[in-house]
């Protein structure tokens, strides 16, 4: 048997700076994660580093400034979860960042995110500048029967694959952002 490679759902979006953009983002994933039968403990993984990674874009890297935008391209498929998002911000160094679990930072209320991601994610992966993460999981349970096929030859005649879904929903301006937030709010 091998994985049904077509079924693939992609979307990109350019959001305002505000965390209710992010999670009618995140609710979106999650219910397209429910369609593909991934485990409710895949879905909390990926759940809790997306929303992370929105957060600390919105809020570190663009200062919940609403004038700037969060870039966010996402690919869910029934095996394979991929997030890209990216600020406007100046950018950091991950590797710069404390270990939250010394014990002069298990107080602090905040820096804990970057680990997280990287516990619960099967790849994180931050872009030079510090202001891109790109966030993978693989599926931990069997894939479901229906996202399967039967192995063909390569010489026999294959069906044509079922294409792609894909959507793009881009702010064209500032000015409508807030009119983009309802388009989101509408996964």
Same mark, same amino acid.
């Given at each position: 048997?091998?994985?049904?490679?077509?079924?693939?759902?992609?979307?990109?979006?350019?959001?305002?700076?505000?965390?209710?953009?992010?999670?009618?983002?995140?609710?979106?994933?999650?219910?397209?994660?429910?369609?593909? *039968?991934?485990?409710?403990?895949?879905?909390?993984?990926?759940?809790?580093?997306?929303? *992370?990674?929105?957060?600390?874009?919105?809020?570190?890297?663009?200062?919940? /400034?609403?004038?700037?935008?969060?870039? =966010?391209?996402?690919?869910?498929?029934?095996?394979?979860?991929?997030?890209?998002?990216?600020?406007?911000?100046?950018?950091?160094?991950?590797?710069?960042?404390?270990?939250?679990?010394?014990?002069?930072?298990?107080?602090?209320?905040?820096?804990?995110? =970057?680990?997280?991601? %990287?516990?619960?994610?099967?790849?994180?992966?931050? /872009? *030079?500048?510090?202001?891109?993460?790109?966030?993978?999981?693989? %599926?931990?349970?069997?894939?479901?029967?229906?996202? %399967?096929?039967?192995?063909?030859?390569?010489?026999?005649?294959?069906?044509?694959?079922?294409?792609?879904?894909?959507?793009?929903?881009?702010?064209?301006?500032?000015?409508?952002?807030?009119?983009?937030?309802?388009?989101?709010?509408?996964?």
């Amino acid at each position: 048997m091998s994985t049904v490679g077509d079924f693939i759902w992609k979307k990109d979006f350019c959001i305002p700076s505000k965390t209710e953009a992010g999670h009618a983002i995140l609710d979106g994933v999650v219910l397209q994660l429910q369609d593909f *039968e991934w485990s409710q403990k895949d879905i909390f993984a990926i759940q809790l580093a997306f929303e *992370e990674a929105l957060v600390n874009a919105i809020r570190h890297g663009n200062q919940s /400034n609403n004038r700037l935008g969060v870039q =966010v391209h996402l690919e869910i498929s029934p095996e394979h979860f991929l997030a890209q998002i990216s600020d406007e911000g100046a950018g950091f160094d991950p590797d710069d960042l404390p270990d939250p679990t010394l014990e002069d930072f298990l107080e602090r209320p905040c820096g804990r995110g =970057v680990k997280l991601m %990287r516990s619960f994610m099967s790849s994180v992966e931050f /872009n *030079e500048l510090g202001n891109a993460v790109t966030l993978e999981k693989f %599926r931990s349970n069997p894939l479901p029967e229906r996202f %399967r096929k039967e192995e063909m030859p390569e010489s026999s005649e294959a069906a044509a694959p079922a294409p792609s879904v894909t959507e793009t929903v881009q702010s064209p301006s500032q000015e409508t952002a807030d009119e983009d937030l309802d388009d989101v709010s509408s996964l």
